[in-house]
């Protein structure tokens, strides 16, 4: 039991950028942890990871369901505001903080069929076959999301620098994205 709560951090993490919302995530993780532990007498042993993630997964789908939310609006907050010792100079840091945060925005933008494999490969480190049981589809269909998803991912953070731009920000962002 003890190798699930090794995994809290990655449970958190998923159930974070599916939900939108951290006290949703919270209630999530809560809820698949209890599940988790009243099945543990199932779990077959190997990867313990990749066997909450999926218990997460799929609570995020019926929470889904019972709460009917499509588009939850919190945005995530950053997690440091000040100024780290031997950070880059200002200018540098609010070019570095409004790329993140365009990243998330744009992350934020995408379906939950795209969101999640991106969380489970870039964030999470998964292989494809883990994130093919954990999603439960076929590998094919996980590099097909994942390709999806890094293009639309590109396309929303470019939508949301444009927007950003147009609003009078553009010398914050001015030659920061490659």
Known sequence: ???????????????????????????????????????????????????????????????????????????LQEEADGIRSGAPNPETLAIEQERIHLLREALDDLPTEFREVLVLREMEGLSYRRISSIAGVPIGTVMSRLSRARKLLQRNFDAWRGRRESDGGGHVLAGCVE
Request: aromatic share 14%; charged share 25%; net charge negative.
């Open 1 to 75: 039991m003890t190798r699930l709560l090794a995994h809290l951090d990655a449970a958190y993490n998923l159930a974070r950028w599916l939900t939108r919302n951290e006290l949703d995530a919270e209630d999530v993780v809560q809820e698949a942890y209890l599940r988790a532990f009243s099945y543990f007498a199932t779990f077959e042993g190997g990867d313990g990871r990749g066997w909450l993630l999926t218990i997460v997964r799929n609570t995020y789908y019926n929470w889904l369901k019972q709460n009917r939310v499509h588009d939850p609006i919190t945005p």
